[in-house]
């Protein structure tokens, strides 16, 4: 499982140009999935994710984690387990099947209390990046 994260000042999600979801200060999460993750995986992501202490504390150091006032965007997003060390058209036979994927997005999606896009379809997602701050989580 592989997730993007972006700690953003405002982030939303459109499909054929109506607004799914919207948040303000938060973090947009864009979440991979491969064959091999399952529940225990996406339980250990959302909760790393939870814990990440990405935003400033009282001095400006990023010390503090989500907490109250700060929102989540979740959006799944198959092309992060691309493969283009061959070639020219990344393959993505990595990422997992539909129907592993999409409980699994939810899963981490309900576990971290976050709005979200509609899973397989082509999304519009627009983000400020704060900071800008961009870390990348691979689960082992």
């Known amino acids: 499982m592989r997730a993007l994260i972006q700690r953003v000042t405002r982030a939303s999600v459109r499909v054929d140009g109506e607004e799914l979801s919207a948040i303000g200060p938060g973090l947009l999460v864009l979440l991979g999935i491969t064959h091999d993750d ?3 995986e996406a339980d250990r992501l959302a909760e790393k994710i939870l814990g990440l202490r990405l935003f400033p504390d ?13 929102e989540v965007l979740c959006v799944s997003q198959f092309t992060l387990y691309a493969d283009a060390r061959r070639g020219t058209r ?3 036979t ?6 592993l994927a999409e409980p699994l997005y939810q899963r981490v999606r309900e576990r971290l209390g976050a709005q979200g ?7 519009e997602v ?9 870390v990348m989580l691979e689960l082992p």
Not at 117 to 123: I, P, S, T
Not at 126 to 134: A, C
């Open 126 to 134: 627009e983000l400020v990046n704060d900071g800008p701050v961009t």
């Open 58 to 70: 009282e001095s400006g150091r990023m010390n503090e984690p989500l907490g109250p006032g700060r």
């Open 94 to 99: 990595a990422a997992a099947s539909p129907d």
């Open 38 to 40: 399952g529940p225990a």
């Open 117 to 123: 896009g509609r899973f397989g379809a082509h999304m």
């Open 90 to 92: 990344p393959s993505y």
